[in-house]
């Protein structure tokens, strides 16, 4: 899930530092209990400004919060954007490259190897219990460009393994989490020993630790990558 469309809900006023919140529209998490969102920025260096100024940052902050609609967000967000009360942080974002100078005559542009000079920087945050979220990037006095914003979530493809399938998985809320799921026999297979086969996803939208599987019915056998049962009478006809 990526978004390019923004938000702005507002500023807060700081006699003393900017806070200038930019908050992407209402997301729906697609039930995944765990989003990433990656980053894509370039900041100028505090000490390369005219007049630097104690207040100037290098740094951006992201916050997420959790509804269940758009409307209760902005409902609630007059009474709690002073408070910050719901928000919950996910990380202060440091610039690892910056730029010190502009281009005279397109003050707005970068030096040419302005490309060498923007940052790209992943988070994730869970764990997530409502429809969906809104995030926020802060800006507190950095004279930033943001260039890109994706969220996404990872999940395991559906796939079949040992005659069994396995349904798309969204990955766990937790970093290390291995999500078991149970596999379905296809067609004319039953469960080896009895007991249901199952896989789990982790954290990286990859299956693994696989245990147990299907069978053939009697009178069936499986394909050759093992996604099916084949009737041997089908065989001898194609024979």
């Known amino acids: ?15 003393r530092q900017q806070d200038n919140w930019l908050a992407t529209p209402f997301l729906y998490r ?34 997420y919060k959790q509804a269940d609609s758009q409307r209760e967000l902005m409902r609630t967000w007059v009474a709690e954007k002073e408070t910050r009360e719901g928000w919950v942080k996910i990380d202060t974002i440091a610039a690892d490259k910056s730029f010190s100078k502009v281009e005279p005559s397109s003050p707005h542009q970068y030096q040419p190897n302005r490309y060498s000079r923007i940052n790209v920087k992943t988070r994730s945050f869970a764990p997530l219990t409502r429809n969906g979220f809104v995030l926020a990037i802060v800006d507190s006095g950095a004279c930033v460009s943001l260039m890109g914003v994706s969220i996404f979530y990872r999940r395991c493809p559906a796939t079949s393994l040992h005659l069994a399938s396995y349904p798309a998985t969204p990955s766990g ?67």
Not at 1 to 15: D, K
Not at 49 to 54: E, I
Not at 195 to 211: L, Q, S
């Open 173 to 239: 809320a937790e970093p290390t989490a291995l999500v078991p799921v149970t596999g379905t026999c296809v067609p004319h297979s039953k469960a080896q020993g009895g007991a249901p086969p199952r896989m789990h996803c982790n954290a990286e939208g990859e299956w693994m630790v696989p245990v147990g599987g299907c069978v053939c019915d009697k009178g069936f056998e499986p394909n050759v990558n093992g996604s099916a049962c084949l009737g041997e009478f089908r065989d001898l006809w194609r024979g």
């Open 30 to 63: 697609q039930s995944a209990p765990r989003m990433f969102v990656t980053l894509r920025f370039s900041v100028r260096d505090c000490a390369s400004l005219r007049t630097p100024l104690p207040t100037c940052r290098e740094t951006l902050t992201l916050y």
């Open 1 to 15: 899930m990526t978004s390019s469309e923004s938000l702005r809900l507002g500023s807060i006023q700081n006699p």
